[in-house]
Nanobody, 121 residues
Framework: QVQLVESGGDLVQPGGSLRLSCAAS????????MAWYRQAPGKERELVAA???????NYADSVKGRFTISRDNAKNTVYLQMNSLKPEDTAVYYC???????????????WGQGTQVTVSS
């Protein structure tokens, strides 16, 4: 009943930029925190950046100053602008959101299917 659909993953050279998008759809009442996680081969999934509905943000130390999270609450969409990309940023990036729906008014956790970001020359 709720879907998170990501887009924007691609192959990019070191130093390049990408912008990821994630749109939530369904019978949504409210969206609380939206975030981006990533998982590299052989590693655990880690938080990249998060943004509360009020605008507070949180970033992993490894991406501070290079990545920017933003959201359009009217569209239930979150973005991740990634600049100065490094090979170590290569991973599958997952969208996450806390969403309440007409079926369940308490917030539940939802994940997107993931989008591949590869940084390589």
């Amino acid at each position: 009943q709720v879907q998170l659909v990501e887009s924007g993953g691609d192959l990019v050279q070191p130093g390049g930029s990408l912008r990821l998008s994630c749109a939530a759809s369904g019978r949504i009442i409210s969206v609380n925190t939206m975030a981006w996680y990533r998982q590299a081969p052989g590693k655990e999934r880690e938080l990249v950046a998060a943004m509360a509905s009020g605008g507070n943000t949180n970033y992993a130390d490894s991406v501070k100053g290079r990545f920017t999270i933003s959201r359009d609450n009217a569209k239930n969409t979150v973005y991740l602008q990634m600049n100065s990309l490094k090979p170590e940023d290569t991973a599958v990036y997952y969208c996450y959101a806390q969403i309440s729906t007409y079926s369940s008014v308490t917030y539940s956790n939802y994940w997107g299917q993931g989008t591949q970001v590869t940084v390589s020359s």
